[in-house]
């Protein structure tokens, strides 16, 4: 592994260095590979700028990523290494055109016939039409089993004489709603195998495996949610343990449960990018309503949060609107604390923040810069001409989240309670 880290950035060819000597290990023309979410790229060096910067041939496609190891290839190693794939390929070529050979010869020649054989060796034999022509005529038209064949001219024979059983003869299912009868169920498809019916308790043996689909009051309402639910039921070694694992039709969550002797577990919930936010400094938090505010008044807003609005009235003042005030979840700190604010590398806050709520639930969102006379130098946040407490726009290059409350008629409650009246009335047909 070469000295250092580097740092990457998407769509850029601009590449930089930590702790690396990019001038004696690298020259142009050059390859660097570096692992970034465990995909491997190897990128072409254009210039070599100095011992911390360089500059790839074409931009960098993958996700942005800091602290990367690295390995250097020289171009010399490349060559070699291209070289020998073009061999091993063209040998490979060669082989598929002996075998397409081989094959054809076996399959339409009428007599002996010669083929090659991996090791470069040649050998000769009879065909296979040869084969079946000659054991045909002397079995009076049926090839025996021991022979390869069936040993029958007629198909019942034949998968009596091969000790096939009667699902030989049937169908196989083509959809979860084929009710033909004496179809046959096929492995991987699992057509048949659940209901649109859940099952609420955990009573004696009934415990099938299965795939079912019905509302959050059917399967004790994970995470207090009526909403529609598929939901996968596993067994254990016996019908007294089983696993549960619900997923929202709508909510992107996703919950897992299990019986011991009969007897269920809570829900408990898994967290992912569907329910969580990353804050400002990379840490996650739940999700739900969140507003990321930026500097210049753009905005994000997750599932729970569509439809409200920012806009930037003046520095450091954003109105978001379309919501009922702040929310208070105590994951963010409650009705006051739902805010999470650009910090530098050693954790110290970049901004003051205040907030006021209006009568219709809109909530104005002031910033201003903040400094730390008590920290050294160079972590004070010190600006020219900006003293502590004056009003500032968020940092722009990071952002502030804001957890609201929304309204009960949003419109991500609206396709929530959409999505539950729609499994509601097809459970019920």
């Not at 084969?131 to 049926?142: D, E, F, H, I, Y």
């Not at 415990?207 to 509302?215: D, N, Q, V």
Request: hydrophobic letters at 40%.
């Amino acid at each position: 592994m070469s000295a250092g880290t580097l740092t990457l950035t998407n769509n850029s060819a601009a590449v930089t260095g930590s702790g690396t000597a990019f001038t004696t290990e690298l020259a142009v023309g050059d390859f660097i590979v570096v692992t970034v979410g465990g995909i491997p790229y190897t990128l072409a060096i254009k210039t070599v700028n100095s011992n911390t910067s360089l500059t790839l041939v074409s931009n960098y496609t993958g996700p942005t990523q800091g602290g990367a190891a690295w390995y250097a290839v020289p171009r010399v190693a490349m060559n070699l290494v291209t070289a020998a794939l073009v061999a091993q390929s063209a040998e490979a070529l060669r082989g598929l055109n002996y075998d397409k050979q081989n094959w054809q010869r076996l399959f339409s020649a009428s007599g002996n016939i010669t083929v090659t054989l991996p090791d470069g060796s040649s050998f000769t034999g009879p065909s296979w039409q040869y084969m079946v022509n000659t054991v045909a005529t002397k079995t009076n038209g049926s090839v025996p089993v021991n022979q390869g064949g069936t040993g029958a001219t007629n198909a019942a024979d034949a998968r009596t004489n091969l000790g096939l059983g009667t699902s030989a003869a049937r169908d196989e299912q083509v959809s979860m709603t084929d009710a033909a009868p004496d179809r046959v169920m096929m492995t991987g498809k699992a057509f048949g195998i659940g209901s649109l019916t859940g099952i609420n308790t955990a009573i004696g043996s009934a415990g099938p495996i299965g795939f079912y689909g019905s509302t959050g009051d059917n399967w004790g309402t994970p995470g207090g949610l009526s909403v529609g639910f598929g939901v996968i039921q596993m067994p254990g070694s016996n019908a007294a343990y089983r696993t549960q694992l619900a997923l929202t039709n709508s909510g992107k969550r996703m919950f897992m449960r299990a019986t011991q002797n009969n007897i269920f577990d809570a829900w408990i919930e898994f967290y992912s990018t569907g329910n969580t936010t990353k804050a400002s400094d990379g840490t996650l938090k739940a999700a739900s309503p969140v507003i990321k505010i930026f500097a210049n008044g753009d905005y994000h807003a997750n599932d729970e949060s569509e439809g409200c609005t920012v806009t930037r009235l003046g520095t450091g003042e954003y109105l978001i609107e379309g919501c009922m005030g702040m929310n208070s979840d105590a994951a963010w700190g409650g009705i006051d604390g739902g805010f999470d604010i650009p910090k530098d590398r050693n954790g110290q806050a970049l901004i003051w923040l205040d907030y006021e709520v209006h009568a219709d639930g809109a909530v104005l969102v002031k910033t201003y810069h903040r400094t730390h006379p008590g920290a050294p130098e160079f972590a004070r946040n010190e600006l020219d001409g900006v003293s502590n407490g004056d009003p500032v726009d968020i940092p722009r290059d990071q952002f502030v989240s804001v957890r609201v409350e929304m309204p009960v008629d949003s419109l991500y409650n609206q396709k929530l309670r959409a999505a539950e009246l729609a499994m509601t009335a097809d459970a019920g047909e």
